[in-house]
């Protein structure tokens, strides 16, 4: 018998070991990564230690069976969404197999997987596109399990205005060197909408600028050429970013959907106007789940200030929202409250949600059961199932992005041969060699060294028993001795090393290679080095690969060669 999706999912998160080898991968426990926060790890390990704070555990067919029940018993739009999605498929000009995903949309019975990420600039980090490779792979097989049509959906948080974020691209040299290609402050940048951002001649530029930093491949010219078909001036960063995500994952079957286009809005309207009618009450229910966890040693990443309510005014700017009585206080204008609940009513365009809400606008424009996160929004997440109670909308599974750093054989060889955790690459300094070269010195050299050193504590400590008596005075004069003769042979013992790293230049540069390549300046690849450089670096093939070799493995992260 064919094991299930659970016990298929629970085989992954079971694996009890630090990290596990084959040929082209390696395993790593994310509980071993100083940065992956508890709820994140306890969410992949401990599930029971989370439950009261979401909808059901995705490693558990049961969850899956129950959670696709409620989506199918919420009255939404599929024939809305289908059309607006078509719409904005047709602008972008995307690819076949993403049309017929989108088309299936239409289908009452088709249910949804999906993920979002800000518009990066030429798609963003590997992370953006580890999510949507999960997402598609997570929708197949849950189809697959479960007996019914699943589309997988990438939706462009494109309302958000965080343009330092969102402005920069960074890619390695030949060398594994660094560099970030920036593009250059577009009018409104930082105060409107991505979505509302238009693109000019400086991305010409940035384009020229990322085309002399990435290193010459057999498939830069193509890479560039599609680039440049992307983002051309005059169309919206948002826009631009859908074209380029469409053409990598398009004929994969990938929908993606900008969350900024008026058409879709009328779909939330009520979502708007219940939140504007009763304010502050989404916040005051986030604020007491954040409170719960951290009561049990978690954290609250979601917290907003009294009166502000979930949504954004989209007027000249993204504006804030506050309701005091039956005043409005929107951005530095003020109206009556009624007046802004009307204008959500009859305008629901003008409308966008923040954090708090984004989720519940997302599960009611989509039939949604399951979203794909990465292990910090799963603290947010976990304010809002009374969120969604409120909102009589049905909280869908989270699942945790697949993570990985993608090395080549060389790298991986080298993390297996010497045993030496992915972790220790991250700080940017020769600590880890120094401990490498160590261990790897002949027995007889180490020995003696710390022999010498026992020996001299020894000896010390007989002299320093015998002087006071017959002047108290030299103790200090033999402390002081003894420590400058153990300093002398530290001073050896770090000699023996460097001429360890001197003999072993192999090894030494085997080090930095790999360190550039998988913390490159002491930050995790994922999160650091933009997708075209890798699509750069191995062709199409990248997307098939990882859609083949990216496990679906909550609390593990891979080092994968492609």
Known sequence: MVDSFGDRLRQYVAVPAEFATTTSSLAVDIRTFPWIRRLASDYAFNFQN???????????????????????????QPAETARVIAAQQ?????PAAARESAARL??????????????????????????????????????QDHHVPVVPVFWIDAEDHDWP????????DSEFAPTTVRLADLPGAGSLPIARL?????????LDQLAAALPDTEFKSDIITALRSSYVP???????????????LGPHGLVVYDSSDPAAKAIARDTFVKELSQPGHTARIAAKAGEALVAKGYHAQAILADGTVSVFHLNAERAAIRIEGDQAHVGDQTMAASQLIEEARTHPEHFSPNVLLRPLVQDTVFPTI???????????????KDVYAHFGVPMPLFYQRGTATLADSATLRFLSKTELPIT????????????????????????ALTAVQSLIDERMAAVAAAVPQIDPTLEGAVKSTQGKLQHEVEALHNKVIQAAKRRDDTLRRQFQRAQALTFPQGHPQEREVGFVWFLNRYGPALVDRLLAELPLAMGHHWVLTI
């Not at 399951?370 to 304010?383: D, F, M």
């Not at 300094?429 to 020995?447: K, R």
């Open 424 to 447: 220790a690459l991250r700080a940017q300094d020769e600590s880890a060699l120094n401990q490498l070269l160590e261990s790897q010195l002949p027995p007889t050299v180490e020995h």
């Open 198 to 206: 238009s693109l000019n001649d400086s991305i010409t530029a940035a």
């Open 370 to 384: 399951c979203y794909v996160a990465g292990p910090n929004e799963l603290a947010y997440l976990g304010q809002l």
């Open 165 to 172: 974020e969102v402005s920069g691209c960074t890619v390695l």
């Open 106 to 143: 239409a289908d009452p019975a088709t249910r949804v997987v999906i993920t979002g990420q800000q518009a990066g600039l030429f798609g963003g980090p590997l992370f953006t596109l580890l999510k949507a490779i999960t997402t598609m792979k997570l929708a197949a097989q849950v189809s």
């Open 90 to 94: 047709e602008s972008r000009n995307a």
């Open 234 to 248: 005059g169309r919206s960063m948002a826009t631009s970013f859908g074209v380029w995500m469409e053409h990598v």
């Open 50 to 76: 989370v439950a009261p704070f979401f909808a059901g555990d995705p490693a558990t067919p049961a969850a899956w069976a129950d959670t696709i029940k409620r989506s199918q018993s919420f009255a939404r």
